[in-house]
Nanobody
Framework: QVQLVESGGGLVQAGGSLRLSCAASVRSFSSFTMGWFRRAPGKGREFVAA?????YYADSVKGRFTISRDNAEKTVVLQMNSLKPEDTAVYYC???????????????????WGQGTQVTVSS
């Protein structure tokens, strides 16, 4: 069982930055694809970014967000710059075994989830 704990959410003005972190309690962290998803009020869960060594991004965040991982520290970080009000959502960290699926953007392929952290961007 993989336990994931997110931190770093908060309130920021449009154009600002936030850094989300996800700490994983798992023996073989490097064996996992790590993803970030978000759920805005009244909407479904949306893919944001993922990394299995390579990095993948939703078009809506490409060029503004950066995902990175530290296998020694067992953490994955989502650096969010140039934030927009439409980025407001609860952000979730997710994990699955590398190679489980090529569909890194599909939330149902991830078996382990954090509790989420709120990001609010004011206009």
């Amino acid at each position: 069982q993989v336990q994931l704990v997110e931190s770093g959410g908060g309130l920021v003005q449009a154009g600002g930055s936030l850094r989300l972190s996800c700490a994983a309690s798992v023996r073989s962290f490097s064996s996992f694809t790590m993803g970030w998803f978000r759920r805005a009020p009244g909407k479904g869960r949306e893919f944001v970014a993922a990394t299995d060594g390579n990095s993948y991004y939703a078009d809506s965040v490409k060029g503004r967000f950066t995902i990175s991982r530290d296998n020694a520290e067992k953490t994955v970080v989502l650096q969010m710059n140039s934030l927009k009000p439409e980025d407001t959502a609860v952000y979730y960290c997710a994990a699955r075994y590398i190679g489980y699926s090529d569909n890194y953007h599909v939330s149902s392929t991830y078996k382990n989830w954090g509790q989420g952290t709120q990001v609010t961007v004011s206009s």
